[in-house]
């Protein structure tokens, strides 16, 4: 079964930290995710070269790509990059969505950039400091109707 090789190009450290991550959860993901951090002294043209060195060190698997932050060099690297391979680009990076990624990574391409898409929007909420999150909360008029019980 031939899986997706996922490549993470971001400002450094985040590529290499964001893999650690992955390795931590799924130790078994070491083959198909590939870091390259982008550091502030590299030009876009060095960080393009070791980029095409890292993609063409792997198969010729279908390759989904995360950057970290749209229009900034990692990404513009990456979209540089990705031009005549079997690959996809997806920019805002975060956990939740390489996470989501890697789990369904024997998917196909296309369905692999919708589930990483979904995992990273559905992985950034709003979360309550004084309340479990899904809790029904009572108005102030319920509490004090209760309030003889607590």
């Known amino acids: ?89 997806v920019c805002g990076a975060n956990l939740p969505m390489l996470l989501r990624a890697v789990s369904y990574r024997a998917e196909s391409l296309e369905a692999l950039v919708a589930r990483a898409v979904v995992g990273g929007t559905q992985g950034v909420m709003q979360v309550a400091i004084s309340a479990p999150q899904n809790q029904i909360r009572r108005s102030h008029h319920d509490q004090e109707n209760y309030h003889h019980q607590q």
Do not use: K, W, Y
Not at 23 to 50: I, K, N, Q, R, W
Not at 70 to 80: D, K, L, S, W, Y
């Open 1 to 89: 079964m031939t899986t997706t090789r996922i490549f993470l190009i971001a400002h450094a450290p985040l590529a290499h930290a964001l893999r650690e991550c992955a390795l931590h959860v799924f130790a078994d993901c070491a083959d198909d995710v590939v870091a390259l951090d982008v550091h502030p002294a590299a030009s876009p043209e060095e960080s393009l070269a070791a980029a095409r060195i890292l993609m063409e060190q792997q198969d010729d698997r279908p390759t989904l790509v995360l950057t970290d932050v749209f229009g900034a060099t990692p990404c513009n690297v990456a979209q540089r990059l990705v031009d005549g391979h079997t690959s996809r680009l």
